[in-house]
């Protein structure tokens, strides 16, 4: 059988577990020496496709691939971009096909979001619209855990283990000065739209720490946040409040929003948590602090959940799987099938239900006051935070895997992206 090449690239903000599905989808396929070639990586996500700037991962022993496991980020490079439709950026479509041809590719595996499975769906039809043939797998990857058909998505799991313990922790240090010094201390998180992230701040609630979530799908009420945080002070002395970077006023301005866009096109926000803890220092004159967990949420791999180690490798090798197995235009997916004792198996779905679709958080996960989260949120999140994962450490720091990441000879005339 003639061997044909793989294209992997990673998309979207990365986490600290993308290089888990990346170690998946290269050991994977170097399990199938007969059926794929070299397994080739786009530098900086789907650009490098179009720049034909690849890497040849062939030249990465396999303890550097088995070591990407436990590596944070994206050990190929990211990117920001969002293909355009085929009738407007046709250029675009005919380049990927003219690099995948001069680099014998015929598997085509995206590691991102919501916008990353549009591109990979996209891509998926260019071997019925230009005649090339193509099997493009989406591997999924969002710590905003807000792609639907999948119980959970990759890199969530592990933010949420490192907000729930920062919630903890900061909390408790509040808790200690909180008769003469802080009584309100702020944590933004990441989150748009979903409130998945913030949600997990809340279990620190299960250690008596009195704590205020603002989700994205609860409209902000001032007056009643004031009141919420006044009360909970006056009873225990202090509150933690977690808001996500999404929250908002109810006619939809987000409360951090700047008035600029991303590469993607959403709204650029600029910090919740200093908004909020002006509003507390305003409305009632409560010592604070505030902090935005930022990148350091998405990139701690030492408190890494196992959990989420584990899915984002199956979800890799699987992906594989499925393209061997002569799937196209899919996403692999979590399908749970208990809370306790948490059991799930790999599914699949169609990326024309996956692309620019979000899921948010259920109503019935949210408490009755929007505050706060309800026992069956608590049921869901407590398996995906489960479990560590440490990195190998050296001197007191982790061992992180560098790639040689050795360019490929590019074959075709430079392309212009603009």
Not at 76 to 87: A, D, M, Q, T, V
Not at 251 to 276: I, S
Request: aromatic share 8%.
């Amino acid at each position: 059988m003639t061997m044909t090449n793989a294209f992997y690239a990673q998309s979207g903000g990365v986490t600290s577990v993308i290089n888990a599905s990346a170690c998946g989808v290269i050991q994977t396929a170097r399990e199938h020496p007969d059926r794929i070639g070299t397994v080739f990586a786009g530098r900086n996500g789907i650009l490098g496709a179009l720049a034909e700037d690849l890497i040849d991962t062939s030249h990465e022993s396999a303890e550097a691939i088995a070591a990407l496991r436990s590596t944070p980020a994206g050990a190929f490079g990211s990117c920001r971009y969002k293909l355009g439709s085929l009738e407007k950026n046709r250029h675009q479509y005919e380049r990927l096909i003219e690099v995948f041809r001069a680099h014998g590719i015929g598997y085509f595996f995206y590691n991102g979001g919501g916008d990353s499975a549009d591109t990979c769906h996209k891509v998926s039809q260019l071997s019925d619209v230009l005649g090339y043939p193509l099997q493009a797998i989406h591997v999924p990857k969002t710590i905003d855990n807000d792609l639907p058909l999948t119980d959970c998505c990759p890199g969530f799991g592990s933010v949420a283990k490192y907000v729930a313990v920062s919630t903890l922790e900061a909390s408790l240090d509040v808790r200690s000065m909180c008769a003469t010094s802080t009584r309100v201390f702020v944590l933004e998180v990441m989150g748009r739209h979903a409130g998945w992230i913030a949600a997990a701040g809340a279990l620190a609630a299960s250690h008596g720490i009195p704590v205020v979530v603002l989700f994205p799908e609860v409209p902000f009420d001032q007056p009643a946040f004031l009141a919420r945080v006044d009360a909970l002070v006056k009873q225990h002395g202090y509150c933690t409040v977690v808001v996500s970077e999404g929250a908002h006023h109810p006619d939809g301005t987000f409360l951090a929003e700047q008035g600029t866009r991303d590469a993607f096109g959403h709204a650029q926000l600029g910090g919740a948590a200093p908004v909020v803890a002006q509003m507390i220092k305003e409305g009632l004159g409560h010592k604070y602090h505030w902090a935005v967990a930022d990148y350091l949420q998405r990139s701690a791999r030492h408190i890494a959940s196992a959990t989420d180690v584990r899915q984002a490798y199956e979800l890799g090798q699987r992906a594989v799987e499925m393209a061997l197995a002569g799937h196209n235009a899919e996403m692999p997916t979590i399908e749970r099938i208990s809370d306790s004792p948490y059991a799930y198996r790999i599914g699949s779905a169609p990326l024309d239900q996956v692309a620019n679709h979000e899921k948010m958080m259920p109503r019935d996960f949210i408490s009755e006051d929007g505050w706060g989260i309800t026992e069956a949120c608590r049921r869901y999140l407590l398996p995906l935070i489960e479990g560590e994962d440490y990195p190998a450490y050296r001197h007191g720091l982790p061992v992180y895997a560098t790639l040689r990441n050795v360019a490929v000879d590019r074959k075709l005339p430079a392309f212009d992206l603009g």
